[in-house]
């Protein structure tokens, strides 16, 4: 990231980068894994072995989890956040199962385990991910618990298992999660996704990024480090002289490879949610850098981490985000008060060094030589580096093109080309959309602010549009090579979604144990709720909806936790939806499509929900200028 440009300036303030080993224990690696999803353990579900729950008699109804307390109490580890989720195979198996895994938000020492009730059968699962066996359509009751004394939001999910010529078909019905995302960059930069592309897609679920890729540089290095057994294998799986794997070494890899590449999905789902990076973007941007290995094999560009952050691309992040500097800065420096960009260029320096090496995964002490928790962590950071990179391209890409002093004036000719040297103030170029902008951020966060600054400036000089085509023609060596090659990687990523095999084919069904009363096939709940969306124009300021305030044709659309999308165009004002027949608990977003407004809630089973979009009428001003 951001190599190819250094100056002889800046390449002396990195040396007092180098002098900080006492100032970063803020930075410090917060813990081991609470969960400890070992690269053993998600090895053992890509060949078939995943854990299965122990299960235990209950003569009475599910209960809600709601007021249950872990188990666990240890107050002396810092807090965390735990995530469960359900996940169904999307193909026929020979028996029917589902999926629950668990994770913790910051990776520490200690256990987690998933516990809950299918039906009115309670089970307890001591590993993620874990089987669940099922025998009918059912109803899931669970929560993750630590034993630190955390649990996790409980989830109710209701499964439909139907028996078809291929086997069974596992469908998820209603699931009682559902989590509003916003593409940060697209607010930015005012430009949203014309063409509903799938690679800017946010996922509802962390498996629904899980990729199956072979990865040559990621096997070699897991060879090299011992990960994976290749001592069946001729020259011990790698081409002599060559980091580079065997047909053999890659077959002996592969389950490894699969287990590896997506053992840091959940902390890319919580970067994406909580700083606004579609998944597949972060995923994609963190393969094409280091292919999911963490360790530094470039020394002697000081490039670390999944992302391969350097200096450079930190120094982008601390201007653009105060709030960031703000965090880091107390453990460096004895006096916060000043901006990052009014410090002494030595303490600025103190700074990024320090934030650079909280990132770095290199543990020669380590198991394999790389620390995965510290690389866990590191991911909201890289989604922090793009976000701060997608603000500078949106100033870029504005800013209005100024000529040197002297330069010679063009007189337009009949048809004269467009103005591209302007732009709306607080928007993106009307010429540059959604994709380029996309390309143009990577452009940054590879080759450098400075290099797509002169890029950007050579094009409107030339008057040409302010296009990835354009401006790729005036970039720095390597840098259109970069952006193409991952924009092929990019488009092609749902070629690459994974989803486990048909486990219980070698897997022994759990112990249940029997209970006295059999247990009924719950009931298929359906809602009966609508939908009410009001929008209306606050003309006189009032708060309240009035005649002549209402919004005629405005699209509304519906979003359903199952995928499935309902659009309106509001008549006198208001969209009625009638969600009779869908599962209650489903999620539901409503929006307006293009004015980035939207409210999220659980479908009720019955009743209306009325959701009100009020507009503030525009500010004129009372004189002319």
């Keep these: 990231m951001q190599t190819k440009r250094r100056n002889s300036i800046f390449s002396a303030l990195l040396i007092f980068g180098l002098i ?56 002396g580890l810092p ?37 809950g009730f299918v039906n009115s059968q309670e089970f307890i699962c001591t590993e993620s991910p874990c089987a669940i066996h099922l025998q009918a359509s059912s109803r899931l009751i669970f929560r993750a618990y630590a034993n630190t004394g955390e649990s996790s939001a ?95 070494g890659l077959e002996k890899a592969s389950a490894a490879v699969i287990a590896w590449q ?23 941007l963190i393969e094409f850098e280091s292919q999911f290995w963490p360790g530094n094999s470039r020394y002697y560009i000081d490039e670390v981490g999944l992302g391969q952050i350097n200096q450079l691309g930190v120094d982008v992040l601390l201007r653009r ?48 030589g790389v620390d995965l928790d510290k690389a866990k962590q590191s991911i909201s950071l890289v989604a922090s580096l793009l976000k701060a990179n997608c603000q500078q391209v949106h100033d870029i890409v504005r800013r209005p093109y100024v000529p040197d002093p002297g330069t010679p004036t063009v007189t337009p000719t009949a048809t004269p080309k467009p103005n591209v040297a302007t732009a709306t103030p607080g928007k993106s170029s009307a010429t540059t959309d959604y994709e380029d902008l996309w390309k143009f951020t990577l452009a940054s966060y590879h080759s450098g602010v400075s290099c797509f600054q002169e890029a950007v400036l050579a094009t409107k000089k030339n008057e040409a549009p302010v296009t990835w085509e354009n401006v790729s023609k005036q970039m720095c060596r390597g840098g259109a090579e970069y952006v193409n090659g991952y924009w ?27 209970t006295r009363t059999p247990v009924p096939t719950p009931t298929a709940y359906i809602s009966s709720a609508k939908i009410i969306v009001k929008v209306y124009m606050d003309r006189n300021g009032n708060g309240s909806p009035e005649d002549g305030e209402w919004v005629d044709a405005m699209t509304v659309e519906v979003s359903i936790s199952n995928g499935e999308k309902l659009t309106q165009r509001t008549i006198n004002g208001i969209a009625t939806f009638d ?28 009743g209306d929900v009325t959701v009100v979009f009020k507009f503030d009428q525009a500010v004129l001003p009372t004189s002319l200028p």
């Excluded at 006492?22 to 090895?43: M, P, S, Y």
Aim: contains cysteine; aromatic residues 10%.
């Design 488 to 514: 092929d990687n990019i488009v092609a990523f749902d070629f690459y979604l994974y989803e486990p095999t048909d486990l219980l084919s070698v897997i022994a069904a759990p112990t249940i144990v029997p």
């Design 20 to 75: 900080l080993p006492g100032l970063i224990g803020i930075f410090a690696v917060q813990a081991k894994a609470i969960e400890d999803q070992t690269l053993n353990t998600q090895r053992s579900l890509q060949n078939g072995l995943s854990s299965t729950p122990t299960w235990t008699l209950t003569s009475t109804a599910p209960p809600s989890l709601t007021s249950t307390g872990s188990p666990f109490t240890n107050p």
């Design 262 to 284: 997506n053992q840091f999905d959940g902390y890319i789902w919580l970067a994406s949610r909580d700083q606004g990076i579609p998944p597949k973007i972060l995923k994609t």
């Design 154 to 248: 409980e989830v109710i999910a209701s499964v439909s298992v139907n028996q078809g010529l291929n086997g069974y078909l596992v469908t998820i019905d209603t699931v009682s999660q559902f989590t509003s995302f916003t593409d940060a960059c697209s607010n930015i930069w005012g430009k949203r996704d014309e063409d509903n592309a799938s690679w800017d897609n946010f996922a509802q679920f962390p498996f629904q990024v899980n990729t199956s890729k072979t990865l040559h540089t990621l096997t070699a290095r897991l060879i090299l480090n011992g990960v994976v057994d290749v001592s069946e294998c001729p020259a011990g799986g790698l081409s002599l002289g060559l980091d580079w794997p065997t047909a053999c």
């Design 579 to 606: 969600m009779s027949g869908y599962p209650p608990n489903s999620g539901i977003d409503v929006s307006l499509p293009g004015f980035y407004r939207n409210e999220t809630f659980l479908l009720p089973q019955q």
């Design 321 to 368: 985000d105060p709030t960031y500097y703000q965090k880091v800065c107390p453990s460096i420096l004895s006096d916060c008060s000043r901006s990052y960009s009014s410090l002494e260029p030595s303490q600025q320096a103190q700074i990024r060094g320090a934030v650079v090496s909280s990132v770095d995964a290199n543990c020669p002490t380590c198991g394999n």
């Design 79 to 115: 807090s965390v956040d735990l995530y469960a989720f359900i996940q169904a195979p999307t193909r026929p198996v020979a028996q029917p199962y589902v999926l629950l895994t668990a994770f913790a938000s910051i990776p520490r020492t200690g256990s987690v385990e998933i516990r």
